[in-house]
């Protein structure tokens, strides 16, 4: 597995409404300035699904980011398996300093694992980054 991990200057409340609404989705998960995710769903409870559409700000390529919840915590865990097979863990723990938010996920076999990692890590930290500025 891969982890990635950042430390949300916010309340709990927020950063889960944040990371789970379609309408902050749509804000924040992208890789890269040049990329934007246009469209996004999201029913998060066990055996709820997922989708969100990543795509390239010139049209030049999209795909569709999507799976179903095996578990859901509300404010702790959140587990999915995505559409080709692999899995996700991610963990929200209040500390001192923010929700470090923890994602595990098994790679795929496309792309070098350090590519995969600096990716969600980018992800990760709009994330961070849309939360604490909004």
Partial sequence: MITVQNTINASINKVWDFWTLPEHITKWSF??????????ENDV???????STMAAKDGSMSFDFEGEYTFVEPNKAIKYVMADGRKVEITFKETL???????SFDPETQNPEEMQRGGWQAILDN???YVENN
């Fill in 31 to 40: 890789a890269s300035p040049d990329w934007h995710t246009p469209y996004a």
């Fill in 45 to 51: 409870k066990q055996g709820g699904k997922f989708k």
């Fill in 97 to 103: 300093d923010g929700v470090e938010i923890t994602e």
């Fill in 127 to 129: 994330f961070k980054n």
